[in-house]
């Protein structure tokens, strides 16, 4: 069944207590918290902004990882805003003032994995703000097959990445198996890719998801996210 949690999207038919999660961009760990706590799993919560890190509180299954993901290992300089959710590694935040310019330790993702003992992904959430395509692009075509859904956030309608870029990824993900939703028609920043070929999701379940379910749910969450960051400007 496709299911929302803290605003993203995803199937709950091929999670269970033996899923990992990892959480990009993982913010004050909500996505993190609420996760864990229905499945009862493993997530890796990933957060660059070392305030927002601090403010995820422990539990058994979540491992807290202070970092912004890129496709190379060491440091690198983080444009943090006022705004809690559009801290990002590119040019410029795409909302809020810009606060101030710090260097944040750097990973790749396929090394954070490996380095935390991850061979399979059950659910991937990228949500860092204008470094998703170049994070794909660092990551090999088995890696990619082993992960079983990614909800991700693309921000080519912020021009922080190029549409044809992003069309280049979808095409990637759509080659290797993964069925795609789009909740928002009029941009990406709201996408569920589902790998096919890893079994966990119906056919038939995909298919009312994609058609019906998303329909209600993207409504439901436009209207989640738009509170939510009325609250934290507020």
């Not at 690198?76 to 606060?99: C, F, M, W, Y």
């Not at 396929?110 to 991937?124: F, K, W």
């Amino acid at each position: 069944m496709l299911i929302t949690l803290e605003g993203h999207c995803l199937f709950d038919d091929a999670l269970c207590a033996k899923s990992v999660v990892v959480d990009l961009g993982a913010n004050k760990g909500r996505f993190a918290h609420a996760i864990v706590g229905r499945f009862g799993c493993r997530c890796v919560a990933v957060e660059p902004v070392p305030e927002l890190c601090a403010m995820i509180a422990p539990r058994p299954g979540l491992t807290v990882v202070n970092a912004a993901i890129a496709n190379f290992d060491g440091t690198i300089d983080l444009n943090v805003s006022s705004h809690p959710e559009a801290s990002t590694i590119k040019r410029a935040p795409a909302a809020g003032q810009l606060l101030r310019t710090s260097r944040v330790p750097a990973v790749r993702l396929d090394h954070l994995i490996a380095a935390h003992g991850i061979d399979r992904i059950d659910v991937l959430k990228v949500d860092i703000e204008g470094s998703e395509v170049e994070v794909f692009q660092s990551l090999d075509d088995s890696l990619l097959k082993r992960i079983g859904q990614i909800n991700c956030e693309f921000h080519d309608s912020f021009g922080m990445v190029s549409s044809q870029d992003v069309d280049k990824t979808e095409h990637r993900l759509q080659a290797l198996g993964f069925g795609r939703i789009q909740f928002f028609p009029q941009n990406r920043q709201d996408m569920l890719y589902v790998n096919r070929r890893q079994g966990g999701v119906s056919h038939v379940g995909f298919l009312w998801g994609k058609y019906f379910t998303r329909n209600y749910m993207g409504w439901k969450r436009l209207r989640q996210r738009l509170r939510r960051r009325t609250a934290a400007q507020a």
